[in-house]
């Protein structure tokens, strides 16, 4: 998860640099803060307070950008990212993405995801799909297919049951 938060470290940076600038024009007179030209050009204010545990930014729009050791912030209207060194979370309206190490969750109207490891879980409506190892389950309705230790069991609306294992003779891949 390390790189997923350089990445948004970097984007970060970049959206920083790209509204604040690069140090190319001359800093206001101490009197008088900085300022960025908004749309309806009159000045806006833009705050920056740096420290030796991390840098606060506040651009106009209500847009905070929060940096320091082991993680940084963003909170836009409708928009929050989160980053530390383990993991990260994400917010956009009706959407939430996180990780933690080897865990992450991803949910929106209609779909969850759930990973843990080799461990995942997927629902999407009616259609489930849990993965444990190597062994797994997938549930459409009231159809549902389980593959435990090699075998395979199918089990249909109608309550037939039908197993498989990866050598009682029939040809799987014919199918």
């Known amino acids: 998860m390390k790189i997923i938060n350089k990445i948004l470290f970097l984007s970060l940076l970049a959206g920083t640099i790209i509204a604040v600038g690069c140090g190319n024009e001359p800093p206001a007179p101490q009197a008088q803060p900085s300022a960025v030209e908004s749309a309806d050009v009159k000045p806006a204010d833009v705050k920056i307070d740096g420290g030796t545990t991390g840098t606060n930014i506040s651009l106009p729009g209500g847009i905070n950008i929060q940096t320091g ?7 836009m209207p409708g928009i929050k990212i989160d980053t530390t060194e383990t993991g990260s979370k994400v917010s956009l309206p009706g959407i939430e ?6 865990k992450s969750t991803v949910n ?5 995801v759930t ?5 995942s879980n997927v629902s999407v409506g009616e259609i489930k799909v849990n ?15 389980e593959v435990k230790d090699g075998e395979t069991t199918i089990q249909t609306p109608e309550g037939a049951t039908e197993e498989h294992t990866d050598d009682d003779g029939h040809d799987h891949d014919a199918h």
């Open 69 to 75: 050791e082991g993680g940084s912030k963003v909170d």
């Open 97 to 102: 993405v996180s990780t933690e190490g080897d």
């Open 108 to 112: 929106m109207p209609g779909l969850s």
């Open 115 to 119: 990973g843990d490891g080799t461990d």
């Open 131 to 145: 993965t444990d190892g190597t062994d797994s389950n997938v549930t459409v309705g009231d159809m549902k297919i």
